[in-house]
């Protein structure tokens, strides 16, 4: 009996899928390396490095770039500005959707030295953030109905409310949490469709406009992958959103020129955007250690 | 043990107690509410393909009914889907070559057909993969023939205290007696009413899963919104002898429209009744049933990207 139970826990066990685990960001990740930056301490005239890894979680190749930078002046040496370095990823490796491999690379940073500290000078901030562009895709099937009052011998409701698996979405940092789809009658050979789109945001990171504009911009683009007809959305300026909270409503409307009474199309929602993660994640003050308060030369 | 026998034994008995017992047909027909039915053709389309890929589209056809559908009358269209999207064409597409009925005694089995629609290709963006349900409709024009043995009596028969060849009561539809279609009379009684005649009630019913539409109507015409409104459930009913009256909408004679949309149908129809008779007679009535029936089938498409 003993050894029974043994082998249920031993099958069980083997039944729990693979061990990569997705990352909460939904994208690009960032981890520093123990010691680099030492949290522990810095201590002047003693070179330190920074160090990261970055892991791709996203099934596509990523362009970005990773900065370290510390919170004292240039004076004192240390990180002089921002010292920054370009990066090209390649995709997570997922099968049937589910995470097979993730792609992974280190970015060494210095070394650094600081020197003539002031008196009184106690700590410093290091900080690594990587920022990268990227797209988030959401598909999601709606049943288009000249006139919605007409019964179809098939379900078509196209006032409706599309969320979690009723849509396909790309993992991404920002998404499209849900949908909600209402179509006027037709009129001059056009239907009008209203969508109230709700973006959401992970909880850690920003959305930036690209590499270069930390403006919380995220571009949108609402369209049937076969209908005609164009979306204009209140809320979305030259085609961006500001994107500063974790969720963002947009009402959405455009003319569809239907091709038939009722048949299924595409949503495709595509969002372009860039994407700031920082780390340490909250920030953390590293101690710094004068050579005179030490007694050291 | 002895016990457990009983019980078999008893359970055995009411299993066969169970069984419905079947009439033999007396009618002329087969009988049954079947029509044609529509399926799409095993791997036509296969169900998950990639964008790009051509995969063929094939449905077949077969007439289970009683009702020879002339060739090129019949059409078969794909819906549900955005037909650019997929290459396909939205036209209804005439079927050639007749839909033979079956007939009792001589061809247990109606007619057959496969319809190509050509291939279709998927080459739109793909996100992952996209779940479609490609659907397909024959809109075929039916007929459903009923011939009832009714029994030609009146109050002056009845009274003069002749002999009765036949009684008015109770259900005058027997097995066969109405033929195999998705429409059917589904009941047929009579009384006396007047001196010399009998009245009719007769119930109409779509007992398929498809939908009835208006013989006149064009299989386009119930895809609008606006003018299958006229059309649906609409059925055409001729009688004979031409001196059964029905009360139609608008008007009293022996042919008419009904509206089955909506659940069976009654309707209330006389016939005079020969005064010369000495006694009741059997007198058969035929019930002619014309509609256009829509049917249809649907497969799942999974589209990778």
Same mark, same amino acid.
């Given at each position: 009996?003993?050894?029974?139970?043994l082998?249920v826990?031993?099958?069980?066990? +083997?039944?729990? &899928?693979?061990?990569?685990?997705?990352?909460?960001?939904?994208?690009?990740?960032?981890?520093?390396?123990?010691?680099?930056?030492?949290?522990?301490?810095i201590?002047?005239?003693?070179?330190?490095?920074? #160090?990261?890894?970055?892991?791709?979680?996203?099934?596509?190749?990523?362009?970005?770039?990773?900065?370290?930078?510390?919170?004292?002046?240039?004076?004192? &040496?240390?990180?002089?500005?921002?010292?920054?370095?370009?990066f090209?990823m390649?995709?997570?490796?997922?099968? #049937?959707? #589910?995470?097979?491999?993730?792609?992974?690379?280190? /970015?060494?940073?210095?070394p %650094?030295?600081y020197t003539?500290?002031?008196?009184?000078?106690?700590?410093?901030?290091?900080?690594?953030?990587?920022?990268?562009?990227?797209?988030?895709?959401i598909?999601?099937?709606?049943?288009?109905?000249?006139d919605?009052?007409?019964?179809?011998?098939?379900?078509?409701?196209?006032?409706?409310?599309?969320?979690?698996?009723?849509?396909?979405?790309?993992?991404?940092?920002?998404?499209?949490?849900?949908?909600?789809?209402?179509?006027?009658?037709?009129a001059?050979?056009?239907?009008?469709?209203?969508?109230?789109?709700?973006?959401?945001?992970?909880?850690? +990171?920003?959305?930036?406009?690209?590499?270069?504009n930390?403006?919380p911009?995220?571009?949108?683009?609402?369209?049937?992958? &076969?209908?005609?007809?164009?979306?204009?959305?209140? +809320?979305?300026?030259?085609?961006?959103? $500001?994107?500063?909270? =974790?969720?963002?409503?947009?009402?959405?409307?455009?003319?569809?020129?239907?091709?038939?009474? !009722?048949?299924?199309?595409?949503?495709?929602?595509?969002?372009?955007?860039?994407?700031?993660?920082? !780390?340490?994640?909250? !920030?953390?003050a590293?101690?710094? /250690?004068?050579?005179?308060?030490?007694?050291?030369? | 043990?002895?016990?457990?026998?009983?019980?078999?034994?008893?359970?055995?008995?009411?299993?066969?107690?169970?069984?419905?017992e079947t009439?033999?047909?007396?009618?002329?027909?087969?009988?049954?509410?079947?029509?044609?039915?529509?399926?799409?053709?095993?791997?036509?389309?296969?169900?998950?393909?990639?964008?790009?890929?051509?995969? *063929?589209?094939?449905?077949?056809?077969?007439?289970?009914?009683? %009702?020879?559908?002339?060739?090129?009358?019949? /059409?078969?269209?794909?819906?549900?889907? $955005?037909?650019?999207?997929?290459?396909?064409? *939205?036209?209804?597409?005439?079927?050639?070559?007749?839909?033979?009925?079956?007939?009792?005694?001589?061809?247990?089995?109606? &007619?057959?057909?496969?319809?190509?629609?050509?291939?279709?290709?998927y080459?739109?963006?793909?996100?992952?993969k996209?779940?479609?349900?490609?659907?397909a409709?024959?809109? %075929?024009?039916?007929?459903?023939?009923?011939?009832?043995?009714?029994?030609?009596?009146?109050?002056?028969?009845?009274?003069?205290?002749?002999?009765?060849?036949?009684t008015?009561?109770?259900?005058?539809?027997?097995?066969?007696?109405?033929?195999?279609?998705?429409?059917?009379?589904?009941?047929?009684?009579?009384?006396?009413?007047?001196?010399?005649?009998?009245?009719?009630?007769?119930?109409?019913?779509?007992?398929?899963?498809?939908?009835?539409?208006?013989?006149?109507?064009?299989?386009?015409?119930?895809?609008?919104a606006?003018?299958?409104?006229?059309?649906?459930?609409?059925?055409?009913?001729?009688?004979?002898? =031409?001196?059964?009256?029905?009360?139609?909408?608008?008007?009293?004679?022996?042919?008419?429209?009904?509206?089955?949309?909506?659940?069976?149908?009654?309707?209330v129809?006389?016939?005079?009744?020969?005064?010369?008779?000495?006694?009741?007679?059997?007198?058969?009535?035929?019930?002619?049933?014309?509609?256009?029936?829509?049917?249809?089938?649907?497969?799942?498409?999974?589209?990778? +990207?």
């Amino acid at each position: 009996m003993k050894y029974f139970l043994l082998f249920v826990l031993i099958f069980l066990a +083997g039944c729990s &899928g693979t061990s990569t685990i997705k990352s909460d960001v939904g994208g690009v990740d960032i981890f520093l390396v123990e010691g680099k930056p030492p949290f522990d301490g810095i201590y002047e005239e003693r070179p330190f490095a920074v #160090e990261a890894i970055l892991k791709n979680y996203l099934d596509r190749d990523v362009n970005g770039e990773i900065c370290t930078y510390d919170s004292l002046g240039d004076e004192f &040496g240390g990180i002089e500005r921002v010292d920054c370095k370009g990066f090209t990823m390649d995709p997570a490796i997922y099968l #049937e959707g #589910e995470l097979i491999d993730v792609a992974e690379q280190r /970015y060494s940073f210095g070394p %650094y030295i600081y020197t003539k500290l002031p008196l009184g000078l106690e700590d410093t901030n290091i900080n690594v953030d990587v920022t990268y562009l990227t797209q988030s895709r959401i598909s999601a099937p709606v049943c288009l109905k000249k006139d919605p009052s007409f019964k179809t011998d098939f379900p078509c409701d196209s006032d409706t409310i599309l969320k979690g698996e009723d849509m396909r979405r790309d993992f991404a940092p920002v998404t499209v949490k849900e949908i909600s789809t209402k179509m006027l009658p037709e009129a001059n050979a056009k239907n009008t469709m209203v969508l109230d789109l709700t973006l959401e945001k992970e909880k850690r +990171g920003f959305v930036v406009k690209d590499l270069n504009n930390n403006e919380p911009l995220l571009g949108v683009d609402v369209k049937f992958a &076969g209908t005609p007809g164009t979306f204009s959305c209140i +809320g979305l300026r030259d085609g961006f959103v $500001k994107m500063t909270n =974790e969720n963002v409503k947009l009402r959405c409307s455009g003319d569809l020129t239907l091709s038939d009474t !009722a048949y299924v199309d595409a949503l495709d929602i595509t969002l372009n955007f860039g994407y700031k993660l920082v !780390a340490p994640d909250p !920030a953390q003050a590293i101690k710094i /250690y004068r050579l005179d308060d030490i007694g050291g030369k | 043990m002895k016990r457990m026998c009983l019980l078999l034994v008893g359970i055995l008995f009411l299993v066969a107690g169970c069984k419905e017992e079947t009439v033999e047909g007396i009618g002329p027909f087969i009988g049954g509410v079947d029509g044609v039915t529509i399926s799409f053709k095993e791997g036509a389309p296969i169900t998950e393909f990639s964008k790009g890929e051509s995969v *063929p589209v094939s449905v077949l056809l077969k007439n289970n009914g009683e %009702y020879t559908i002339p060739s090129g009358f019949a /059409y078969v269209r794909l819906y549900g889907i $955005k037909h650019d999207n997929f290459g396909l064409s *939205p036209t209804y597409t005439p079927i050639s070559g007749e839909l033979r009925g079956a007939q009792k005694d001589f061809l247990e089995e109606g &007619g057959e057909q496969e319809v190509s629609f050509g291939s279709l290709t998927y080459n739109l963006d793909v996100r992952g993969k996209l779940d479609q349900t490609l659907r397909a409709k024959i809109c %075929y024009p039916y007929k459903t023939e009923a011939r009832i043995n009714t029994c030609a009596s009146s109050r002056e028969i009845s009274e003069a205290g002749s002999d009765e060849v036949c009684t008015v009561e109770g259900e005058k539809i027997v097995s066969g007696g109405v033929s195999k279609a998705p429409v059917q009379l589904t009941s047929f009684t009579e009384r006396l009413i007047g001196t010399d005649q009998v009245a009719f009630t007769m119930e109409f019913a779509n007992q398929h899963t498809g939908e009835v539409f208006n013989s006149e109507g064009k299989c386009e015409d119930f895809d609008d919104a606006t003018t299958s409104l006229s059309h649906a459930g609409m059925i055409k009913i001729d009688l004979f002898p =031409e001196d059964v009256i029905c009360s139609f909408v608008g008007q009293d004679a022996n042919s008419g429209y009904l509206n089955v949309k909506d659940g069976p149908k009654k309707l209330v129809c006389t016939m005079t009744v020969n005064s010369a008779a000495d006694s009741s007679y059997v007198e058969e009535v035929t019930v002619n049933v014309d509609y256009k029936y829509i049917d249809s089938t649907s497969v799942d498409l999974t589209i990778l +990207g």
